[in-house]
């Protein structure tokens, strides 16, 4: 045990950790130059073209130091985005060490913090290792203040590389053997303790669980039970993450690996879980461990009512991978059959939606995202509510709850006024700011959940001209006055564009609607009226005007009377269409409506 270093690299999102980890590998022999691609450890299309982790991936690397001695150093790479900033900290748990990646050229940011203190909280030693010193607005010196004034860590651990161009690896290796320290405790006698940290799904073998033993010894032939659910398993086989799994007689404490035991779907194996042997059971559980709460819903519909048997498959091949999806079917008047689907925030929304339309190629239509509301009624009961459908009877409401997080920004302090206004508009509290170094602010603010999940990141990004970074955390639901606001199309409700929306906004979100509708939907024989309206009340209008016919025409002169009978009878018979006309909306006018709704 003394030579195994269990770390983890952490940082803001593109401040360089998988081209960090490429080096690594490279550094340790582990993959040669014909077979290396960039993002080595990143398995997805996405995640190649954006430039971003989505899955957690493990690699054990074999490492000779200076000093002579053999090294095994498991890096367990973590995603960067805070939507799966509860996979990061299951991840930190199973490590004692951490680089803290910090780029050269913009400093400390939100998510670098949101990440230190994970950390902290799993109480893991951290190195601070400073990347991209090769760019030309790089300013390594500044940085290093920075990390010992604002982050409390110590100047003289700090490392300086390239993740680029390989300077400056070979010390970072060295780093974290004579840094971070071995796994300490864990006696390989011991009744079994293991935590699971994440799990990947195999087409042919099951589910791949990553584990890090604490306790004990685990072997194939063995049975093993989940702790949070009671389910047994045969073991079938164990091994270390190489770049290709590699198969061992037996994980002991300390070391990091996988286990497979036949595992149907990766959502029976939840992060944070402990794995123990059936036989002897370990005493009690390891702490830490949550089901995981999702954020966001939307529903999910295909665009073509035939692709729907395809997207029932697909969902469930997704959430044998993903098992942060969660999904059950739905229906819409206007949309069809489809599915309510919950996320763990916007990004992982997205991600789901582009695998379903590339891995599958099933175009679909996504409803406006919610969040999951309280609605308190007269008689004494609560009832979550997080689809516009379920939305109760206003009679029956005493009072509502929303979701409320705390957001973080920094950002050079020339876009103060313009972030503080953004805030304001999406009814922002407790607004708290200081300047951790001259000429940048660390901005705190307390935010509904509902008004950051629109279009928030977007504006943000542009009021900064890209240089404002965000992280959040939820703290609490508090109350809300939340209308729910219906779209009518000639007199008929739409329910795929109805919405939960706090009051205040609910006039400015009709009259979007409206618009947008109108320049969507074709014109016809007769006047649309397009109306936003929460309950009885209509909140914004807009009106599609009529094909008519001049038949005025064929009057040259004459009287009057004549032209406006003519126009009256004109007038019934637009009435009289209107009462059986039926108004088609096109999918493109749904995609218009939700899509821009979605910023």
Do not use: W
Not at 327 to 344: E, H, I, N, V, W
Not at 443 to 466: H, M, N, W
């Amino acid at each position: 045990m003394k030579n195994i270093r269990n770390f983890s690299i952490i940082a803001h999102i593109d401040h360089g950790k998988s081209t960090l980890a490429d080096r690594l590998i490279q550094t340790c022999n582990m993959v040669s130059a014909r077979e290396f691609k960039d993002q080595i450890l990143d398995n997805m299309d996405i995640e190649r073209e954006r430039g971003i982790t989505i899955k957690s991936q493990t690699i054990c690397l074999p490492y000779k130091a200076k000093d002579g001695k053999e090294y095994i150093l498991n890096l367990v790479d973590t995603p960067g985005h805070v939507d799966f900033s509860y996979e990061v900290s299951r991840a930190l748990s199973s490590c004692e060490g951490a680089l803290l990646l910090i780029d050269a050229a913009q400093g400390v940011q939100a998510q670098t913090l949101a990440n230190l203190y994970l950390a902290m909280e799993n109480d893991l030693e951290i190195i601070p290792v400073i990347n991209k010193i090769d760019l030309p607005s790089a300013d390594p010196e500044m940085v290093a203040i920075q990390i010992e004034e604002d982050l409390g860590l110590d100047m003289d651990t700090v490392q300086m590389c390239s993740a680029k161009t390989g300077k400056g690896v070979d010390d970072i290796l060295e780093a974290i053997v004579t840094l971070l320290p071995p796994p300490t405790e864990g006696d390989p006698q011991a009744p079994l303790q293991a935590l699971i940290f994440d799990a990947s799904y195999d087409a042919f073998r099951g589910t791949i669980i990553s584990v890090r033993i604490i306790n004990g010894t685990i072997k194939a032939g063995e049975t093993i039970v989940f702790m949070s659910n009671n389910t047994s398993y045969r073991v079938e086989e164990v091994g270390l993450f190489r770049l290709k799994k590699e198969p061992t007689k037996s994980l002991q404490a300390g070391e990091v690996g996988y286990i497979l035991a036949g595992v149907k779907t990766v959502s029976d194996t939840k992060p944070g879980d402990t794995i123990t042997h059936k036989d002897t059971p370990c005493p009690e559980p390891l702490a830490g461990f949550q089901e995981i709460q999702q954020v966001v819903f939307s529903s999910i519909y295909p665009i073509s009512t035939d692709d729907y048997e395809n997207l029932v498959t697909a969902m469930e091949k997704l959430k044998l991978n993903d098992a942060a999806l969660t999904f059950q079917k739905d229906a819409s008047t206007a949309l069809g059959f489809g599915f309510r689907c919950g996320f763990l925030g916007l990004l992982h929304l997205e991600v789901i939606q582009e695998r379903l339309e590339r891995e599958f190629d099933i175009p679909i239509i996504l409803t406006v995202p919610s969040v999951c509301y309280y609605f308190y009624l007269t008689d004494n009961t609560m009832i979550e509510v997080d689809n516009p459908a379920h939305f109760p009877d206003p009679a029956a409401i005493a009072y509502t709850e929303e979701p409320f997080i705390k957001a973080t920004i920094h950002m050079p302090e020339r876009y103060m006024g313009a972030v503080m206004t953004l805030c304001m508009e999406r009814r922002g509290v407790n607004t708290h700011y200081h300047y951790p170094t001259p000429g940048r602010i660390e901005f705190t603010c307390e935010l509904p959940l509902a008004e950051v999940i629109y279009d928030f990141y977007d504006r943000l990004k542009s009021v900064t001209q890209g240089y404002g970074s965000f992280a959040y955390d939820l703290i609490d639901y508090r109350k809300s006055d939340l209308v729910k606001l219906d779209i009518l199309v000639n007199a008929e409700k739409v329910d795929a564009l109805s919405q939960l929306v706090h009051r205040d906004n609910s006039r400015a979100r009709g009259l979007h609607a409206c618009e947008k509708l109108k320049e969507e939907i074709p014109r016809q024989m007769f006047k649309i009226a397009i109306q936003g309206a929460i309950g009885g009340n209509i909140v914004s209008r807009t009106t599609i005007a009529a094909l008519r016919k001049d038949v005025t025409a064929k009057c040259y002169g004459g009287d009057i009377s004549r032209k406006r009978k003519l126009l009256e009878k004109q007038k019934a018979g637009k009435k009289r269409m209107k009462m059986v006309g039926n108004v088609e909306i096109p999918q493109k006018a749904f995609l218009a409506v939700l899509k821009s709704d979605q910023g």
